[in-house]
C-alpha cells in the first residue's frame, strides 16, 4: 500500500512540477502557523505556488528528471519548501525576496534552479533584483523614444546657429 501512495504522489508531483524548468528551494523551519498562511497568501497573490513535499519523493522525483542536473536533489536536506510559479524563478524570487525584506532572517533560501541550472542562494537573491518583463519592456521604450523626443529642439538649435552664422556672415561681407 505505501508503495502504490508513493507512486500516486510521484504522478502528481509530475502533474504539478512535469512542466516548469524553474524553482527556488527554501526552509521554512521556525515558522509559525500564522507566518506560514501570511507566506502563502502573500505568494498566492504574486502567482507563485509554495510547496512543501517529503524530501525522499523529491529526491526521487527530481532525481529520475533527466532534464535537470543532479546536483539539485541536493537541496532538500531538512524541512523544504519549493516555490513555483508559471512566469517563471524571477517571479518566484522576487516574492520570496520582498516577503524576507519584511520577515527578515524567517526563512532560509537554500538555492534553486533556472533554466536547467542549479543558482546559489546569492543567485536567487541576485535575480530577484532583476526588473520584471513589464518594467525591462517601458525602459526599452523609453531608451527608443528619448531620443525622439529632444529631435524638436535640436532642430530647433541647429536652425538657430545656422541663422547666427549667416547674420555673422552678412555682417562681414556689408562691412568690407
Known amino acids: 500500500m505505501a508503495r502504490e501512495l508513493n507512486d500516486i504522489i510521484t504522478r502528481q508531483l509530475e502533474t504539478r512540477f512535469g512542466e516548469l524548468d524553474g524553482f527556488v528551494v527554501f526552509d521554512y523551519q521556525g515558522l509559525s502557523a500564522e507566518d506560514t498562511f501570511q507566506l502563502r497568501s502573500n505568494l498566492r497573490s504574486d502567482g507563485v505556488r509554495m510547496n512543501v513535499v517529503q524530501n525522499r519523493l523529491s529526491k526521487r522525483y527530481f532525481g529520475e528528471r533527466e532534464d535537470l542536473p543532479g546536483e539539485f536533489v ?9 516555490l513555483t510559479c508559471e512566469e517563471g524563478t524571477l517571479r518566484s524570487s522576487k516574492s520570496i525576496a520582498n516577503w524576507l525584506k519584511e520577515n527578515k532572517d524567517s526563512v532560509e533560501i537554500r538555492g534553486g534552479l533556472f533554466e536547467g ?4 542562494k546569492e543567485d536567487v537573491a541576485e535575480m530577484a533584483k532583476i526588473p520584471d518583463k513589464e518594467t525591462l519592456l517601458s525602459q526599452t521604450v523609453g531608451m527608443f523614444l ?11 538649435s541647429l536652425v538657430s546657429h545656422l541663422a547666427g552664422c549667416a547674420k555673422a556672415r552678412h555682417e562681414e561681407l556689408s562691412d568690407s
Open 74 to 82: 541536493d537541496l532538500f536536506q531538512g524541512p523544504t519548501a519549493l
Open 117 to 120: 541550472k542549479i543558482l546559489s
Open 146 to 156: 528619448s531620443p525622439v523626443q529632444f529631435l524638436p529642439s535640436a532642430a530647433k
